[in-house]
C-alpha cells in the first residue's frame, strides 16, 4: 500500500431529474459501475473502462462520463501514463499488457499527405456518369502473356496464370480471429464481406462451421500456433495466409488466455478447453527466408495449387529487403501490418514502440520490389491504421494493391476503441465469449453497419478517383504524383519518393 | 488389394504427388515410390487409407498435413516429417532431420535412429486426437518445446549416459514425454518438471514400446524392463503470471 490509490480514470455521473430508473444501464454494464439502491442509481466510477455502452443504451441522456476529473500535476515528461506504468509495475514486477493499437502520440503520415484533384488542363471523371473500376485482383501477374493461334484460327493463351482473388473493392478486413472476437462478430463481418464481394481473414482460431456458408470470402490463417489447422480448413478458404508477424506485436507470439477458451473455441482451434493457446515467436519449421519458402511451396501443394498464398509480416526497420524475400518464396501476396494494428492484447512495450507506420513500409516495399523487377510477383496489402478513405486513397497511391482494415470494421459495430479487449466483458459483445454479451450483438444488423461503412469508402474512393481524372484502381498504384507531402521533412519525403506541397 | 510402383526418379514433387493422389482417387492401396531421392512434400495433404512405402530419401515435409495414410521409409528422413500431420502413421528405418513432428496434431510417428533439433515442438491434443512420437535413438535440442498435447517417447537405444541437451520441454502446456534412463536437471526447460516413471505410466506406454520393436524387429524385453522419466508440465497456463494490465 505504499502507492496508494490513483486517481479515477473515469468518472461516471447520473443526472437524477434525468434518470427514470430504467436500469438499463446496471443491465449493460459488465464492468460493475452501477447499482441500484432504493430510488437511486449508485456509482463505483473507479470500474468505468469508458465503452460507452451505457450512454448508448439511456434512454434520457442521463449518463456523463468524463476523463480524468482529478488529474495528477501535469508535465510533459512524467505524463499520468507513465507515472501509472511505474506504479503497476513496481507493485507486480510484470509486463505490462494493454489492449487495441499503438497508443503512443507519434504523428501520422497520412494526415501529412495530401491528394491530387484535376482543374482545366486534365478534366475530372464524373462517377456517375462514367463506370469506375474499383474491382482488383490479389496474386501474381505474368511478366507477359504468350499466345498462339489455333486451328479456328483463334487465338489461345498459353500462359498459365496463377490464381487470384477478385476483389470489387480494395478493402478486406483483416484476421482477427474466434477468440479474440466472438463468433457473432465473426459472423456479421463475414456476411458483410461476402455481401460486398471482398475477403476477409479467419484470424488463427481455426474456421467455425457456422462459417463454412462465407468460405468463398475468407482467407484462412496459418501462424505459429497452427490451430485449427488441417486440410479440410485450407481447402475452405479462398486464400491462406501465413502469418509471420503483426504490426501490434512485432517478433513476439501470442497467448489467448484459458478463460477465453471455452467450448467453442476449444472445438475451433482443436486444442482442449481451459488451455492457454499459445503461439510461438517463431514458426518453428521456418528459421529461414528458405524454410519460409517450403511452407509457402507445402501449402500449395497441400491444396494443389489452386489457393493463392500470402504472407504476413508486421512493418519492421528492414522490412523492404523481407518483402523481396516473400516475393520469390512463392508467395502471392505480401501483407504488411504497420504498427498502429491493432490486437485484443500486446506488452504495450512492443505496442507503442517496435516497427514503422504502414505508409513507410509500404512506399520502401513498393519501390524495393520495382527495383528488383518482381514487383508483379505479388501483391501488397497494406493494414494497420487505415481510418478513412482518404487513408485507403493514400496508401494504395504509395504501392499498395489493397487494403486491410480491422479496428474501422469493430467501430463499424459499436467499438468505442475503449482498449479492454483482454479484460473479455466487452459490453459490444464483440471481444467477449460471454453468451449473454456475445448475444447483443445482432449479426443481421452488425453486417449492414459493416457493409455500409465498406459500401461508404467505395463511393468515396470512386470520387476521388474521379476528381484525380483516373478511371480504374490499378491507375491509381503506386501513383505518387497525386501525393504530396504537407511539412514533410526531406528524408522522409525520399522514403515515400513523394514530392513536397507546391512542387 | 490393389498395388502399384512408382519410378520417382528424377521427377518433381508436384507430379510424383499428382500420381500418389490419383492412384488414392482409384482405390489403390499400397504404393511402392522407388528411387526417391530428396522430393519434398510427399503424402502433403494426403486424405486416404493407403500404404505408401519408399524406397530412398525423401526431401522436407513428408506426410504434412496427411491424414490417415502409412508411410514407411528404407532411408532417413529430412526436415519437418509430420509437419501439422492430422491422422495416419510415418515410419522411418533411419534418421529424421529438425523439427520432425512439428505441430502435429494426430497419428504416429516412429524413428528407428535420431532426429535432429525442435522434435515435436507444439504437438497438440483435442479430444480423440493424440500424436505420438516415437524416437529409437536420441534428439538434440528443444524437444516437445510448447507442446500442448501428445506423447513422446524416446529409448536412445544405445546410450545409457543421462541425457543431457538443453531446452527440453520449455513451455510445455499439455502431453508428456517419456525418456529412456534420466535426463540431466539442467536440460528441463521453462515449465516442466520431471519424475520417474510409475507402473501406470509404463501400462500407457507399452503398447507403443510393442509397436516400435514390431515395425524395426527388435526385441522388447530390454525396453519394457528399462526405467523411464517423465516430463510434464507444471501447468496447462504457463504464462499466467507474467503480466499486468495496462
Known sequence: MIIGSRPTKFQVAIDNDQCMLCERCIENCSYGVFRRDNEKILINSRNCVACHRCISQCPRDAIIIKERPCDYRSHPVWTAQVKENIFKQAESGKILLGGMGNAAPYPIIFDQLVLDACQITNPSIDPLREPME???????????????KNATGDMDLVTEIAPNLKVETPIMIGHMSYGAISLNAQLSLARAVSEVGTFMGTGEGGLHKALHPYQNNMIVQIASGRFGVDVNYLE?????????????????????????VCTDVSCTRMIPEGS???SPAPHHDIYSIEDLKQLVLSLKEATEWNKPVFV???????????????????ADAVVIDGFRGGTGAAPTIFRDHVG???????????????????????????????????????????????????TAALVAMGCRVCGTCYRGLCTWGIATQRPDLVARLNPDEASQNVKNLIDAWTLELAEFMGAAGIN???????????????????????????KTIGA | MTQITINAEGMHYTPLNKLIRQAVREGVSEIILDNVMGQRFISDGLIGDVKITINGIPGGDLGMFMK???????????????????????????????ATAHSMRGGTVFIRDDIGYRGGIHMKQYEDKRPNLIIGGSARAFLGEYMAGGLVIMFRLHDDTP?????????????????????????????????????????????????????????????????????APVSSRPFAGKYTWE
Not at chain 1, 474499383?134 to 498462339?148: A, C, D, H, N, S
Open chain 1, 356 to 406: 514503422i507506420p504502414i505508409e513507410t513500409a509500404v512506399a520502401a516495399v513498393d519501390a524495393k520490389l520495382r527495383k528488383q523487377g518482381i514487383r508483379n510477383e505479388v501483391s501488397i496489402i497494406a493494414s494497420g491504421g487505415i481510418r478513412q478513405s482518404a487513408d485507403v486513397a493514400k496508401v494504395i497511391c504509395l504501392g499498395a494493391d489493397a487494403v486491410y482494415i480491422g
Open chain 1, 312 to 330: 504476413k509480416v508486421a512493418a519492421v526497420h528492414n522490412v523492404a529487403a523481407i518483402a523481396a524475400g516473400i516475393a520469390r518464396s512463392g
Open chain 2, 68 to 98: 490417415g495414410p502409412t508411410i514407411e521409409v528404407f532411408g532417413n528422413a529430412d526436415h519437418a516429417l509430420g509437419n501439422t500431420m492430422d491422422d495416419g502413421t510415418i515410419i522411418i528405418h533411419g534418421s529424421s532431420g529438425d
Open chain 1, 472 to 498: 480504374s484502381i490499378e491507375s491509381l498504384r503506386g501513383n505518387r504524383d497525386r501525393l504530396r507531402g504537407y511539412m514533410l521533412d526531406q528524408s522522409m519525403l525520399d522514403v515515400l519518393d513523394v
Open chain 1, 134 to 148: 474499383l474491382r482488383t485482383y490479389i496474386g501474381k501477374k505474368p511478366k507477359k502473356l504468350e499466345f498462339v
Open chain 1, 236 to 260: 475452405r478458404g479462398a486464400a491462406i495466409e501465413i502469418k509471420i508477424g503483426q504490426g501490434a506485436k512485432p517478433g513476439i507470439g501470442g497467448h489467448l488466455p484459458g478463460e477465453k
Open chain 2, 163 to 231: 541425457y543431457a541437451e538443453m531446452g527440453l520441454a520449455s513451455g510445455i502446456h499439455g502431453g508428456e514425454i517419456f525418456i529412456r534412463g534420466t535426463v540431466e536437471e539442467w536440460t528441463l526447460g521453462i515449465g516442466s518438471s520431471a519424475r520417474e516413471a510409475t507402473s501406470e505410466d509404463m501400462e500407457k506406454i507399452t503398447p507403443y514400446i510393442l509397436e516400435f520393436s514390431k515395425h524395426f524387429n527388435l526385441a522388447s524385453s530390454f525396453l519394457l524392463n528399462s526405467s523411464y522419466t517423465r516430463i
Open chain 1, 276 to 278: 492457454d493457446a499459445i
